[in-house]
Every structure is written in C-alpha cells, then in structure tokens.
Nanobody
Framework: QVHLVESGGGLVQAGGSLRLSCSAS????????LAWYRQAPEKQRELVAT?????????SYVDSVKGRFTISRDNAKNTVYLQMNSLNSEETAVYYC?????????WGQGTQVTVSS
C-alpha cells in the first residue's frame, strides 16, 4: 500500500507560481510512476504530468501546461513536486497526486489551487 500526502496549494494571482509537493510513504523507486492530476469544479479529472521512476524516460505533460509546469522528484525525501508557473484562472482546481504500485493506483487527498484573475 502507498500513502500520499499533497501540500503547497493555495491562492495565487494569475501569472503567479506555486510548487506542489507529494510525499509518499514508500521509497519512490519501488513505485512504477507518480503523476499529478487536477479536477476543476464540474469537470473530469485531468492528467497533468507523469514521471516514471525507472529507466531514463522523460516526464510527460498535458499540452496545456508544457513549458510552464515541471514535475520533479527528490528520491531521498520520497517526494514528487509540481512547479507551476504562469498560472491562469482556468487552472483553479483540486490537484491530486497518484502513485502506480503493483498494478494498483493510489491517490492522495488533494490540495486546492485557486488562481484569481
């Protein structure tokens, strides 16, 4: 089992930046992948960024955040981050961390990001 805790959400003005953190209860090398999703009110949950813990593959991003968001990890802290720059109001959402482990998905509780226009 994997327990995930997100933090770093809050209120930011349009054009501003936030860094989200997701701490995992397991060594992240034991996980297949870590990803960030977001869900805006009355919308479906959307995959934002993914990083695979094995191999040398590059992280992947949804087109709308490429060049503005960066997913990274600190192996020693078992933590994955999402650096978000140039935020806009349409990105107001609850942001979730997801881990893939032993062919199962584990979710954090989410952290609210509100971007004021």
């Amino acid at each position: 089992q994997v327990h995930l805790v997100e933090s770093g959400g809050g209120l930011v003005q349009a054009g501003g930046s936030l860094r989200l953190s997701c701490s995992a209860s397991r060594n992240i090398f034991s996980l297949y992948s870590l990803a960030w999703y977001r869900q805006a009110p009355e919308k479906q949950r959307e995959l934002v960024a993914t990083v695979f813990t094995g191999g040398s593959g590059s992280p992947s991003y949804v087109d709308s955040v490429k060049g503005r968001f960066t997913i990274s990890r600190d192996n020693a802290k078992n933590t994955v981050y999402l650096q978000m720059n140039s935020l806009n109001s349409e990105e107001t959402a609850v942001y979730y961390c997801k881990a893939r482990y032993m062919m199962r998905d584990y979710w954090g509780q989410g952290t609210q990001v509100t971007v004021s226009s």
